[in-house]
């Protein structure tokens, strides 16, 4: 379980003040399965006005608790604090980020509340293909291989992304993708990150979503599709594109929903490899 000590010492006290609208997502919840060590733990906010609440009792809750918190930056948007103990050092970011998503967060053991994995992923590639950092190509693959294949994630997130086109998406991961062997060494993981291994995998995963996303309707761009029934749990899916009636469709709304009573959510999270 890739969390540093610290971290996991830092959730432990949080978790009992996250809730609905005060989450865990990023990286950390991301890569409980995928190897590599997130720097800092993200906890997103649908509304401006929680993040200085959310911070400030956070902060006290660790200091109080016997951390050592230094505050880096303090926005009305964005909260920054490193906090240090005996077991090293971690950051926190607390920032607002839009409530626009495909399912409600969902309770954790570990986190309290978080992200929900197919809203994770749609937002890591978003950010590949936003920004350049080489720890979003690694957690791409991570998604492909954990949660869901790139084709069915980039087809979802344009709706969460406007501007882009899938095709336009997968171009732009492919742009930021080429790093030094010294970035790769540099990543912090359980075992070291094999650059060719990675590599070879996200293009195989993109040229699989290329295929996959030049054989789809552009009038279902940005929706997901849920294979099996509501009462057994079915989860998104990346779907066959000469099945569709097969399958339900799911969009995102503001604060997410489920794609029919909330009674599927042990089912549908159990079949995670999160």
């Known amino acids: 379980m890739p969390l540093t000590r610290i971290q996991t010492e830092v959730l432990r006290v949080l978790a009992s003040r996250r809730d609905a609208e005060s989450y865990v997502a990023g990286g950390t919840p991301l890569n409980l399965s995928g190897g590599r060590f997130s720097s800092d733990i993200d906890v997103f906010h649908d509304r401006e006005e929680r993040v200085a609440v959310a911070a400030n009792g956070d902060g006290q809750a660790l200091e109080e608790a016997g951390f050592e918190v230094r505050w880096l930056?303090?926005?009305?948007?964005?909260?920054?604090?490193?906090?240090?103990?005996?077991?090293?050092?971690?950051?926190?970011?607390?920032?607002?980020?839009?409530?626009?998503?495909?399912?409600?967060?969902?309770?954790?053991?570990?986190?309290?509340?978080?992200?929900?994995?197919?809203?994770?992923?749609?937002?890591?590639?978003?950010?590949?293909?936003?920004?350049?950092?080489?720890?979003?190509?690694?957690?791409?693959?991570?998604?492909?291989?954990?949660?869901?294949?790139?084709?069915?994630?980039?087809?979802?997130?344009v709706d969460?992304?406007?501007?882009?086109?899938?095709?336009?998406?997968?171009?732009?991961?492919?742009?930021?993708?080429?790093?030094?062997?010294?970035?790769?060494?540099?990543?912090?993981?359980?075992?070291?990150?094999?650059?060719?291994?990675?590599?070879?995998?996200?293009?195989?995963?993109?040229?699989?979503?290329?295929?996959?996303?030049?054989?789809?309707?552009?009038?279902?761009?940005?929706?997901?599709?849920?294979?099996?029934?509501?009462?057994?749990?079915g989860r998104p899916v990346q779907p066959d594109p000469t099945r569709l009636p097969e399958y339900t469709t799911h969009a995102a709304v503001r604060r997410g929903h489920w794609p029919g009573s909330s009674e599927v959510l042990s089912a549908m999270l159990d079949s995670y490899r999160l």
């Open 73 to 157: 930056r303090r926005h009305p948007q964005i909260h920054t604090a490193s906090v240090a103990g005996s077991h090293g050092i971690t950051r926190l970011e607390w920032v607002v980020d839009s409530d626009y998503r495909f399912f409600p967060v969902v309770p954790d053991e570990i986190f309290g509340y978080k992200l929900h994995p197919v809203d994770l992923a749609t937002n890591k590639i978003m950010a590949a293909a936003g920004r350049r950092e080489l720890r979003d190509l690694v957690d791409a693959v991570t998604v492909h291989q954990s949660i869901l294949p790139l084709g069915a994630v980039v087809w979802a997130a």
């Open 160 to 233: 969460k992304a406007p501007g882009f086109s899938p095709e336009s998406l997968i171009a732009e991961i492919r742009r930021n993708s080429n790093y030094p062997l010294a970035e790769w060494r540099a990543l912090s993981s359980e075992t070291p990150v094999d650059p060719v291994l990675t590599s070879t995998k996200l293009r195989a995963a993109l040229d699989q979503a290329d295929a996959f996303v030049a054989q789809m309707p552009s009038a279902l761009q940005g929706l997901l599709f849920v294979e099996g029934s509501v009462e057994e749990g």
